[in-house]
């Protein structure tokens, strides 16, 4: 456990490797230390990791102290990693699944320019989540915060010489900064009550210093909510994700489908005892997850772009995390945390391909037929989708969503339930219209089909894992979240898991109805009326965009407008003016006129003797 | 003999020597320059004259053959200076030899 800290070291160097060699390096070397840096980071997770689980008890935590990092009287925060069974299922995800998609990167990128550009951005990337998970305070965890953002913006505006997706990227910093702003407020007011930064000593010092609904835990709870919400574009902060797909397919994959996305679920999850302290607030979570998992659902059912449907369905998957945290479900949370970043990164990944063998295609209309050509890929779309869809037993999608919506249903939170449900009904059907129009129908484009081992490898082991397979992995959360507990659990058992296999089908078998072969059903209610007038709302992600444009894009270009030569400014603009006032008269007197200088001399001396004079004057008498 | 009072030997002295200021603060003749100079150093000549008679002290008479000296060097210089000056710039305006920009 003494090498925890290599996990965060191996993509520092990595980063920094990459961005001062930078074109110097080929590509092949590039890849070498791009893709290798992560893969030590993930052998070195897996020894810890092995390590942890025979060393220390349920429950229990490894601390490892490298250096104090700010000591300013009474507040001590150290540069100290923080293992436990929280942060070891985060590790493993982040450097699991970030070294296949990296591996997986190393392929579909190969030609493009800013190839080593692009590893450093990534590395760095990987390097800030870890310290973001592994962060033993909420000022380093703060600081990975910040680094994933800026990766995330770096990201997203990486084809940079396009104009749109330099906005998209700076759409998605400006937003998530909203967030984090509150962040902010959040952890100055848990500094301010509390004292001490230090995550552990939070969640003892925070049931002692306020009781249950207290004002001030209220206040930072609904703070760290709205960090939260931002960085997992949730409601209302939730418009940023779709932009975000302007960045390349791997990153997609691993930064806005499977790692960066959901830590708002693990900062909620980290500080667990502040939210149980604010119920309400608690409660909140889980509205703002059924309530986006529902808007996003509807938006991903009228997308054209294949990225696009996914973006949507990711966020609508968070809903089901957000959802979880929102009744207790703890583990449930974690647990769908995990599977949704195998088989959100397998689809990402597959849709990457798709677009490689359609020639940078992206707009599903335009592709179809294409199972015969990628059957393989065919396969990983179908799993993924499955997973996605929650298909009966076979994919792990369906455990980690029928845990949550069982426990949602045990909690008594009957309406998060069925919002979840409804939700579920969706997912199947725009998962499945995706399959059924990219895969099969007729052929529109010719599709070239396509190799390389880097490109199969990470395809084939995240299908493993999104089968059934991946829900034998055991998460030690043990000890660390509180467990879930409920009288009635066992009882709605059966009952929430027929429902929940039902909707599925049922989507699946109106999907297959909609969907199938020549669309006649699907065509003729998007061209009657009210499809017209619903489907362009819908695809613009139910007009969020186009509400916070007049309600605070336009008045600030506005304002700034009227302000554009800056009134404050000028006020400040007076002292250099005073100055060069000053400057000026200075500099007339030096004229380099002979008589001048004698001239004043002279008044000078007649002002000093006058002043002499008049100061004898009144105090002799 | 009559004793001429202190008061109005200053006064002469005073107007003298704000002759001689003014006059090189007028003037641009180099030449006129330097007599209002020497007119501007014998008022302060006649100042100590005019003291070292109200208290009778010698002083004020060894500090006008000092300040005599002293002009006879100041005009013999600044002759030579005049003389320079002329041949450099064919002027004898003063604010020709102005070189400052700015």
């Known amino acids: ?621 | 003999m009559i004793a001429i009072p202190m008061e109005q030997g200053l006064a002469v002295a005073g107007v003298l020597f704000t002759l001689g200021l003014v006059g090189v603060m007028v003037r641009r003749n180099i030449l006129f320059l330097l007599m209002c100079l020497e007119v501007m150093m014998n008022a302060a000549a006649l100042a100590f004259i005019v003291a070292g008679s109200r208290w009778g002290a010698p002083d004020g008479q060894v500090m006008f053959i000092l300040i005599l000296t002293l002009a006879a060097a100041e005009a013999s210089i600044g002759l030579a200076i005049v003389l320079q000056f002329y041949r450099r710039h064919h002027s004898l305006d003063i604010d020709v030899a102005s070189e400052m920009r700015g």
């Open chain 1, 1 to 621: 456990m003494n090498f925890l800290y290599l996990t965060f070291l191996f993509p520092a160097i990595g980063f920094l490797l990459l961005a001062t060699l930078r074109t110097r390096l080929s590509e092949n070397l590039a890849a070498v230390i791009g893709v290798g840096s992560i893969g030590l980071s993930a052998l070195t997770t897996v020894y810890v990791g092995i390590d942890f689980l025979n060393n220390v008890e349920q429950g229990g935590k490894y601390v490892q102290t490298l250096w104090t990092w700010m000591h300013v009287g009474d507040f001590n925060a150290s540069f100290g990693l923080h293992l436990d069974g929280l942060s070891l299922t985060m590790l493993g995800v982040i450097t699991g699944v970030g070294f296949f998609i990296h591996l997986f990167a190393s392929w579909y990128m190969r030609g493009e320019a800013g190839y080593e550009r692009f590893f450093s951005y990534m590395n760095l990337f990987v390097a800030s989540m870890v310290l973001l998970v592994l962060g033993d305070n909420l000022g380093l965890l703060y600081l990975g915060w910040e680094g994933v953002g800026l990766c995330s913006y770096l990201l997203i505006g990486f084809y940079y010489s396009d104009r749109a997706n330099g906005e998209a990227a700076i759409k998605a910093f400006t937003v998530t900064r909203v967030g984090d702003v509150f962040m902010a407020i959040g952890i100055f007011i848990i500094f301010q009550q509390l004292g001490t930064l230090d995550i552990q000593q939070i969640l003892v010092l925070a049931p002692q210093k306020w009781s249950e609904g207290d004002p001030m835990v209220v206040a930072a709870s609904l703070m760290l909510l709205g960090g939260a919400v931002g960085k997992s574009a949730q409601l209302p902060l939730q418009t940023w994700l779709a932009d975000a797909m302007a960045g390349p397919t791997p990153v997609s994959a691993l930064i806005h489908a499977a790692t960066m996305v959901t830590a708002g679920v693990y900062l909620i999850a980290r500080t667990h005892t502040v939210f149980e302290l604010a119920p309400d607030v608690l409660l909140l979570v889980g509205v703002v997850g059924a309530i986006t998992l529902l808007i996003a659902g509807f938006s991903a059912l009228v997308q054209t772009d294949i990225k696009r449907v996914l973006a949507y369905s990711t966020m609508s998957q968070i809903g089901y995390m957000f959802l979880a945290l929102g009744v207790g479900a703890w583990d449930a949370a974690i647990f769908h945390l995990m599977t949704h970043a195998f088989f959100k990164a397998l689809l990402f990944l597959s849709a990457g391909a798709v677009i490689i063998a359609c020639h940078h295609e992206q707009n599903i209309f335009k592709m179809g037929g294409l199972w015969k050509k990628i059957p393989f890929v065919y396969a990983c779309f179908l799993v993924g989708g499955g997973a996605l869809a929650a298909f009966p037993f076979l994919t792990v999608g369906f455990f980690s969503k029928d845990a949550i919506l069982l426990q949602a249903y045990a909690s008594g939170h009957t309406n998060l339930f069925w919002a979840g449900l409804v939700g579920a009904f969706f997912t199947s059907i725009y998962t499945f219209r995706l399959i059924f129009i990219v895969f099969h129908g007729e052929e529109k484009t010719h599709a070239h089909s396509i190799h390389g081992f880097s490109y199969w490898l990470p395809l084939g082991v995240l299908l493993v894992l999104s089968t059934f397979v991946g829900s034998f992995i055991h998460q030690p959360l043990e000890g660390v979240l509180p467990a879930f507990t409920s009288a009635t659990l066992e009882e709605s058992k059966h009952f929430v898991e027929i429902l929940a296999i039902a909707t599925g089908l049922i989507g699946l078998a109106f999907a297959f109805v909609f969907f199938w072969g020549e669309r006649r059903i699907a065509k003729s209610i998007s061209e009657s009326g009210l499809g017209r007038l619903l489907s362009p709302v819908l695809r613009d992600g139910c007009g969020f965009d186009w509400l916070y444009n007049w309600l605070f894009v336009k008045p600030y270009l506005f304002i700034a407008a009227i302000n554009r030569h800056d009134a404050i400014a000028k006020l400040f603009d007076l002292i250099p003016s005073l100055a060069k006032l000053g400057n000026s008269a200075m500099s007339v007197t030096e004229n380099g006129r002979v008589r001048w200088y004698a001239t004043s001399i002279a008044l000078g001396a007649v002002l000093v003797l006058g002043a002499v004079l008049v100061l004898q004057v009144t105090f002799t008498h």
